[in-house]
């Protein structure tokens, strides 16, 4: 359909296949897919008119942006309206499930806040502009006539993968930058350096179904961990039959993971890494475990833990200790992860480090840690974000070296710390465009706010860092008409940024679909037999209805360097006693959700708070403060203060105050502006020295009393079934007994 | 004869047990299972249940009031009576324990009878239903509900829940409650309806896992099993079997007492269609 006007070598290179021979297995498309009601088929978004029958409703696959896990979605469609979103039981990643986040992207779509129409500044203000007039502006100032050049460019952008990011990239060559900063407040980047620096890779597929114990530092794998739902099935499985597997999860706060473990040890923060070693130590030395697999310089560190320093640090009781490293022992093959509370402190890459040294020391690597290799079309691979890019960002905008920034799919100003002065500095930057559905904190400072199409409403193809398995472009089609016309595609406009760059060279690529035709039309093997010219439409149709192409898997074995480093333990500050938890959850997530109002007003998985923050805390803390559930107090770092109302429970460490990320947005539409507190905030500085990420559990805080009473508004008016069978519970014991068959 | 053979026709009708249907001639027996050591407490289905019935969101003052209309909420208490309250010692060492809580669909419902213009009735597929144009509002039921899963619209909750274009996200499939109507889960019955339909025009019976409900749909651990307990190849019924609970009972005689199916209350002879397993810990 589209002509394509400029060398094979820039095609191949803009459509995200150069350098790669990589062919899909066979051109055998799967069939067609029946929906749940009755016999109408799952179609692609072509001619949608044709399939609009008036009470009857059809299925579109597409994937979901709520996070950057991409599970695939199908929407169910009738009279031309997005009326409902299921998992794709056809993606290896959720096979048909969703979280609450991913429910409740109807509600991002239809949300009553969104931008419709470009905005330009206008002294010192925001006002209404047509596309013209901001598109004008634009070519004026980052165009080739602008002079702009090099770094001094740059795009801010969310975890990217897919033809968007290969567009990215082109827009940014076109400029002579390479000023690509991706920012995620969850993440998981020192998990990935970690693998990468042991292993060789670094997303090694973890078999949590296969494993018969998980132990996990603060890893929140069925909450906001790398792939939840993902992760949540493969749980399931680890859970049933005779081998009910074992889940100790060891945190500062209790997260939803850790709501569901066998076993829950409330850890202080930043010992993880200890805690591991001094498991090792058990292992090697109490229990005879062969270690001849770890280096000695290694085996020199885990000798200086022992139990009663490891004990002494992390707060674990010896026998406690002695016990989880006999169970890892006896349920072989285990698998021992470290999310983000032990990630994010100075020393957090020791700490993950560490937990992987336990897996190898275990004999779990190639077991229940298995090598993924890597994505076949390495242009589309996720660019995976971090917060070292905010802070590199901040440093960026502060020495004045940013004269243009585009940016998309992030808040920085929300989720930046106060000691990184973003404000401040981003305002410093001279032009400022952002591609934005919301006017969030960031969008709010812009020079020019463009529109962009929902999720819902765009084409795209992502690829999820974390594989489930099978490789797979995950296919987003727009499962209805746009609900605004003054909005557009961002595909559409990274298209118009290149062409801007460099006129008529994209001229055949009537828009973003015709665009991802052509390049999926690239990619050897998949639309096109050896030397046919024209693409097969089936083959196309058939992708658009599984949402999925699934790419062959080059697995490449580990490789392994074990080095280890001492652990990084910062001693605690008598003036500030207590650690600052910001704890993620998948509700609000990093406060990118906090304008749903089903999210809003779905109870919090552990305190059961709606529409507020608050402060968990622990019984012994509350008493020592003399203060009862809803009562305010404040959370005070050297960087600022948070009053808040608390919530008082034992899934705590009694020197932890933990506060939900989420809230405290001064902007972000109705359901979200000037509700609740943003912890974040008032994080201290300090950041990992190895992968730059900041130090987000590294936080020390002073708690004290203000007398006041606040407003905590809960879903259900107890804590205890009162001695009833509501919930009953057995003993793991009883039901292998029984279960031994299913 | 034919007399006597009539009143025994029909007395061994009548002395069907309800497992069987009972005495009323059941089409179906919409029946669940919700295994509570797979339910993460995730809240998934809650949320999904909110996309696919219509729940309204009443916003921060009226939650506080009591006035959530989660026909599907996730309940989280932090004692374990089974394992012994003393073990909930300083920290919470067992994590919590999560109750994913809807209608129960009650085969002898305690909220039907109370009801003075048979708003809340039982229809021929083992559903507790409320017709919402004939409820006046009396709230009998929800006194009278042991589970507290009836919801009230004290007020006209879709003017503010809403506001355009979120209002083009309803469900045209079934209604928006205006003031004064009782609701609560449905079985998320529209679903069963339209299935139901799709068989019958095609001349042929449900099949087992072709009606799924929302919850179900989107659980990400598969932890809600749904389908006929009349149909004894579904899973439903199977694990309603292994788990040897039963309908027709107070108390369940179980040849082994280990096996984790229990019913909520079922002590008060309310005959719910929901059997849960028992949540599990390596204690
Ligand atoms: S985990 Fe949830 S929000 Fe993230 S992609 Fe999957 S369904 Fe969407
Ligand atoms: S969706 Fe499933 S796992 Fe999540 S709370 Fe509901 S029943 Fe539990
Ligand atoms: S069965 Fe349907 S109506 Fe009932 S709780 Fe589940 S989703 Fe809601």
């Not at chain 1, 980052?142 to 740059?154: D, K, V």
């Not at chain 1, 020295?689 to 004290?704: D, F, I, Q, V, W």
């Not at chain 2, 009031?65 to 599907?72: E, F, K, L, R, S």
């Not at chain 2, 994590?95 to 669909?105: E, K, L, N, R, V």
Request: aromatic share 8%; with cysteine.
């Amino acid at each position: 359909m589209s002509k394509i006007e400029f060398d094979r070598r820039d095609f191949l290179k803009v459509m995200g296949v150069s350098g790669v021979a990589a062919t899909v297995a066979g051109c055998d498309m799967p069939s067609y897919i029946t929906s749940e009601e009755g016999a109408e088929e799952v179609i692609p978004y072509l001619s949608p008119e044709e399939f609009v029958i008036p009470g009857v409703g059809v299925h579109y696959a597409s994937t979901c942006l709520q996070c950057p896990a991409t599970c695939g979605i199908r929407g169910r469609v009738r009279e031309g309206r997005v009326l409902k979103l299921e998992g794709n039981p056809k993606s290896a990643l959720n096979t048909g499930k969703l979280c609450q986040m991913g429910q409740a992207g109807l509600q991002t779509h239809y949300n009553p806040d969104r931008l419709t129409k470009p905005l330009v500044r206008k002294d010192g203000a925001l006002a209404e502009a047509t596309w013209e007039d901001a598109l004008a502006l634009i070519e004026e100032k980052t165009g080739p006539s602008s002079g702009l050049s090099g770094g001094r460019f740059a795009w801010l952008t969310g975890t990217i993968s897919g033809h968007q990011s290969v567009l990215l990239k082109a827009h940014l060559e076109s400029l002579g930058s390479s000023s690509h900063f991706v920012h995620e407040v969850i993440n998981t980047r020192v998990w990935q350096a970690v693998c990468q620096d042991m292993l060789g890779q670094s997303m090694p597929r973890l078999r949590i179904d296969k494993a018969k114990m998980v132990l996990s530092f603060g890893a929140d794998f069925l909450g906001t961990w790398m792939s939840p739902i993902h992760f949540s099935a493969d749980y399931a499985r680890f859970r049933s039959g005779e081998d009910r597997g074992m889940l100790v999860q060891a945190e500062p706060s209790m997260s939803l993971t850790g709501a569901n473990a066998d076993l829950w040890v409330a850890l202080r923060p930043g010992t993880e890494g200890v805690m591991a070693l001094g498991l090792a130590n058990v292992l090697i030395n109490k229990e005879r475990m062969d270690a001849s697999a770890l280096p000695a310089a290694a085996l020199e560190l885990i000798n200086q833990y022992g139990v009663s320093r490891t004990t002494k640090m992390t707060g674990i009781a010896g026998d406690r200790l002695i016990r989880i490293a006999r169970h890892l022992k006896e349920r072989s093959p285990s698998l021992v992860l470290a999310g983000a509370s032990a990630a994010g402190h100075v020393g957090g890459y020791q700490s993950v480090q560490a937990a992987m040294l336990l897996n190898i020391l275990l004999g779990n690597i190639d077991q229940t840690i298995e090598a993924s290799g890597d994505f076949a079309l390495p242009q589309l691979a996720s660019v995976s974000g971090g917060t070292s890019d905010l802070s590199r960002f901040a440093d960026a905008a502060g020495a004045g070296k940013l004269d243009a920034v585009f940016f998309d799919g992030s808040n920085p100003l929300f989720a930046a710390p106060n000691h990184l002065g973003l404000t401040e500095k981003f305002d410093s930057i001279p032009f400022k465009v952002a591609f934005s559905q919301f006017m969030d904190e960031t969008t709010a400072h812009a020079d020019v706010v463009l529109p962009m199409a929902s999720a819902l409403e765009d084409w795209g193809t992502h690829v999820a860092a974390y594989q489930g398995g099978d490789h797979e472009i995950a296919f987003q089609q727009p499962l209805m008409e746009p609900i605004y016309p003054g909005t557009r595609s961002f595909g559409d406009m990274l298209l118009a940024l290149n062409s801007m760059r460099n006129p008529g060279s994209y001229d055949g690529l009537e828009d973003y679909y015709g665009y991802l035709q052509s390049a999926v039309g690239s990619i050897p093997g998949v639309l096109k037999g050896e030397d046919d010219e024209a693409i097969n439409v089936s083959a196309w149709n058939r992708i658009l209805q599984d949402g999925r192409l699934q790419m062959p898997v080059d697995t490449r074995a580990f490789t392994s360097n074990l080095s280890m480093d001492d652990m990084d333990v910062r001693d605690a500050d008598p003036a500030f006693p207590y650690y600052l938890v910001p704890t993620p959850r998948g509700t609000l997530y990093d406060g990118r959700h906090a304008n749903i109002p089903w999210l809003q007003e779905s109870p919090d998985q552990i305190s059961k708070v709606v529409w507020n923050s608050w402060a968990e805390i622990h019984p012994v803390t509350a008493a020592k403060l003399a203060v009862e559930e809803g009562d305010v107090i404040t959370v005070t770092t050297p960087d600022g203060v948070l009053e808040v109302p608390v919530y008082i429970h034992k899934g705590i460490h009694v020197d932890v105050v933990a506060v939900p990320m989420g809230q405290g947005h001064e902007d972000y539409g109705r359901y979200a502006r000037g509700r609740g507190v943003n912890p974040l905030k008032i994080l201290q500085p300090g950041s990992d020295a190895k992968t730059g990420e900041l130090a987000l559990y590294g936080s020390r805080a002073a708690l004290a009393a203000t007398g006041r009473a606040g407003r905590l508004i809960k879903m259900g008016n107890t804590e205890t079934q009162h001695g009833r069978k509501i919930v009953a519970t057995i003993t793991a014991e009883q039901q292998r007994r029984n279960e031994g068959d299913s | 004869m034919s007399l006597v053979r009539n009143f025994i026709e029909d007395w061994s009708r009548y002395r069907r047990s309800i497992d069987e249907g009972g005495f009323h001639e059941y089409e179906h027996m919409w029946g669940m299972v919700i295994d509570l050591d797979k339910c993460t407490g995730c809240n998934a289905c809650s949320v999904a249940c909110y996309a696919e019935n219509n729940l309204a969101v009443v916003g921060e003052d009226k939650f506080e009031n009591g006035q959530g209309m989660h026909w599907m909420r996730i309940e989280r208490y932090w004692d374990e009576p089974n394992i012994g309250n003393e073990r909930v010692r300083d920290t919470q060492e067992h994590g919590a324990s999560f109750m994913p809580m809807m209608c129960q669909q009650c085969n002898s419902a305690t909220c039907e009878p109370v009801c003075p213009v048979s708003a809340a009735y039982h229809t021929p597929d083992g559903l507790n239903a409320q017709i919402y144009n004939r409820c006046v509002g009396s709230r009998y039921c929800a006194n009278n509900c042991p589970y507290r899963l009836r919801y009230f619209n004290f007020f006209s909750y879709y003017e503010d829940s809403w506001p355009s274009p979120l209002d083009m996200q309803l469900n045209p499939d079934i209604t928006v409650r205006d003031k004064g109507v009782m609701e609560k889960c449905t079985f998320c019955v529209q679903r069963i309806r339209s299935t139901k339909n799709a068989a019958k025009m095609e001349d042929r019976q449900v099949v087992d896992g072709e009606v799924q409900t929302a919850c179900q749909q989107t659980c990400p651990t598969s932890a809600i099993v749904f389908g006929d307990l009349l149909d004894h190849e579904s899973d439903v019924h199977k694990l309603w079997h292994k788990h040897q609970t039963r309908l027709g009972t107070t108390k369940q005689k179980k040849d082994n007492p280990e096996l984790r199916g229990y019913r909520l209350y079922e002590q008060l002879n309310t005959e719910p269609s929901v059997t849960y397993l028992e949540r599990v810990r390596d204690v």
